[in-house]
């Protein structure tokens, strides 16, 4: 697992690029707010969260199948990795920030990707 990146992976990379094409310009994991979000737009007061499907336990995912060894280790390991994450999403909503979450399975598909990008940062 020491091999795993938590950061500039290919479906962040892909977003940020996205994003910058749009004309947006971001900071990427600020430590002042929770959790470290991944992209962070502060005049628009967004912030954008690229979640692994497998590592993030996104629901009937096929890119996200539980291991079939050492099961109680992964459970514990992809449960507690939810919780935080709605823990993290709250206490950013609290503060005042709206969040994105973009999962790895959905960074296939471009075109639907940039339309979901476009909706979220040219809203309200």
Known sequence: MALIRSRDTSPEKLVRRLIHKMGYRFRLYRKDLPGTPDIVLPRLKKVICVHGCFW?????CPRAPRPTTNVSFWERKITLNIA????????LKVLGWKVLTIWQCQTRNVSVLRGRLKRFLDGA
């Open 84 to 91: 935080r994450d709605q823990k993290v999403k709250r206490s």
């Open 56 to 60: 993030h336990g996104h629901a009937r």
